[in-house]
């Protein structure tokens, strides 16, 4: 290993002389030799060695501990201590500075290399999963830029954050989390085509510098490339997941003055592809980034969206096909942002989740519609059973049946009137958990479905574990459903296991007609979707209601 600095802190002049001379002798370069603690935090911070040999036991007020710790917090520069004794204590001390490697003199020279080059090494690798870390990056960023500087080529900078990976962690373990990362740093890294650099950055994030490019479209073909290599299905300790990744790109020259603006730039990209749904690239543009400076007097508006009233609770009709009516609603909860309009919850549930807003907003969402379909019974409107979202940070709330079961009884709704749906993260999360809550709900009446089924970790042994009364089909599996094989299969197949469970199966998303046929043809039980309505605010719901619709189908 060549070319790294090194700043050599012994107060002994002849052993530091010894080992200077030797590092020199492998290419190494010697910032300097210093004596005491003090020179040694000075140097550090004037020269920017990429390593730190020192002494523990130096002369002076400050000793080799103290200043290693300062050198480590302060410059991110890895030390390595020399010592020829240590008690217990000055032992403990030095482990508690995350010492990069501890070298007992006298020592082999052979010995003072390898604790080197490996301290080096961990310095500039991410331990999970060994590609280079932010620092190395930086460096051979900076290189690929600079001998680039000359060709009329671009450089695209990308940086790729797994999608739900907080997801996998909460409801699958750490463990299992950590592997999708290393498998995902594997596929990147075999991907040595297209890829120049691969690095890990924070937990779910990668920064990857790609080949050079003639043209942007160059760097958005090899973008899908890598999108459909990450999601392809995984076997992690033998349970298949699928992940996907939200990307953003910036190119150089163009869109960055030195590799920190390209991969700010590519950030503000991919947080941009993130809040779109992820599983998605982007180009980094210069409007975009200012969107998101306003993140945080977002959040500020969403805290206080409840108490101002903002939220809407629409009903989205569904439809049983046996009798052509309308059999219950979905509430669908609406934000009417005073500046931007209506905002959808694909935006805002997630934010919602991560401030810790979701217990008060999904009470609230829960509360209106209980208390609205009440109303419409009491109206003397055809019975309705009303559907409510929960997420699985609701779930958390240690008291959410009682919560439930209270909101019932102020509202005064029957409780077979309620449906909760689930999704399956949040079964996963805490099955035993899961299992409780439910034989409460179900003993009490409520019923519960299983939304989104499909998209998750699906598995399709945990219905046979769990009594759902409902299995909610997503619309990802009935788009396209009359011509897509492999959709077409799976419905099929969800419809047999659940009816063979006596459950009901409800399609979601239904667009068109082929879609309505091929789903009744196949004993579907109830479906909705825009083909019937779209989710209505609550005046124009109670008018469909009223006519009493019947469609034929
Ligand atoms: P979801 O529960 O799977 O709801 C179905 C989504 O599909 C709704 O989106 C609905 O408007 C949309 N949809 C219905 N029919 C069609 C169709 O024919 N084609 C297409 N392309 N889309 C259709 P929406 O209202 O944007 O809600 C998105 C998601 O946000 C919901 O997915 C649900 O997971 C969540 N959400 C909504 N309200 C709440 C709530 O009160 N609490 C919680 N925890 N989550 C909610
Ligand atoms: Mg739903
Ligand atoms: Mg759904």
Partial sequence: ?????????????????????????????????????????????????????????????IDGITAAEEIRSRFQIPVVYLTAYADENTLRRVNATKPFGYIVKPFEEKNLHTTIQIALHRHQHDCLTNLPNRSLLREQLSLVLDTQKELPAMIPVVILSLDRINRINSTLGHDIGDCVLCKVAERLSNCTENINIVARLESAEFAIVLEPVAEKQDAAKIARNILDIVAQAMIVKGSELYVTASMGISLSPGDGNDGEELLKNAYTAMYNSQQQGGNKY???????????????????????????????????????????????????????????????????????????????????VLETACRQTKAWQIEGLPPLRVSVNLSARQFEQKNLTERVSEILRETNLAPKCLQLELTEGLILQDEKAAALAFTVWRDMGIQIAIDDFGTGYASLSYPKRLPFDAIKIDKSFIRDIADDRQNAAITVAIIQMAHSMNMTVIAEGVENQRELAFLCDRDCDEIQGHFFSQALPKPEFAALLKSDKCWKL
């Fill in 1 to 61: 290993m060549s070319n790294k600095k090194i700043l050599i802190v012994e107060d002994e002049s002849i052993i530091a002389e010894d080992i200077s001379d030797s590092l020199i002798s492998r290419g190494y370069s010697i910032t300097g030799i210093v004596y005491s603690g003090e020179e040694a935090i000075e140097s550090a911070a004037e020269f920017r060695p990429d390593l730190v040999l020192m002494d523990v036991n130096l002369q002076g007020e």
């Fill in 282 to 364: 982007q180009f980094y543009a210069a409007k975009v980034a200012n969107n998101y400076i306003n993140k945080f007097t977002q959040e500020t508006c969403l805290r206080n969206a409840l108490k101002r009233s903002e939220f809407e609770v629409y009903y989205e009709p569904q439809i049983e096909i046996k009798t052509g009516r309308i059999i219950g609603a979905e509430a669908l909860v609406r934000w009417n942002h005073p500046k931007r309009g209506r905002v959808s919850p694909a935006e805002f549930i997630p934010m919602a989740e991560e401030m810790g807003l979701i217990a008060p907003l999904g009470e609230w």
